[in-house]
Nanobody
Framework: QLQFVESGGGLVQPGGSLRLSCAAS????????LYWFRQAPGKEREGVSC???????TYLDSVKGRFAISRDNAKNTVYLQMNSLKPEDTAVYYC??????????????????WGQGTQVTVSS
């Protein structure tokens, strides 16, 4: 059964950092694009970052320079390093695969959840 388990969320003050992890089971990630999206209460899902199978990356404009996505195929895991966090980054964060390529990032795109997500709360 294909499954992702997200972890690493928590409560952090503005300006702080968190590193999210997403471990896959049931299949091998090597040839998939992998992306993170988030959903804040009462808001649409929003694609945040994606990494292709060749390692190339894309980011939502609002997180460029603050977030970094990476992958470790040997561990079947994708990461999201989040620095200089802002209150508007508060959301549940999810990871997901794409068989073909990275999807567009932002809102108005259908993103399906594969795990339970991990809550990130940025507040003083």
């Amino acid at each position: 059964q294909l499954q992702f388990v997200e972890s690493g969320g928590g409560l952090v003050q503005p300006g702080g950092s968190l590193r999210l992890s997403c471990a896959a089971s049931g299949f091998t990630l090597d040839y998939y694009a992998l992306y993170w999206f988030r959903q804040a209460p009462g808001k649409e899902r929003e694609g945040v970052s994606c990494i292709e199978s060749d390692g190339s990356t894309t980011y939502l404009d609002s997180v460029k320079g603050r977030f970094a996505i990476s992958r470790d195929n040997a561990k079947n895991t994708v990461y999201l390093q989040m620095n200089s966090l802002k209150p508007e980054d508060t959301a549940v964060y999810y990871c997901a695969p794409d068989e073909i390529r990275c999807p567009p990032l932002g809102v108005g795109i259908r993103y399906d959840s594969w795990g339970q997500g991990t809550q990130v709360t940025v507040s003083s």
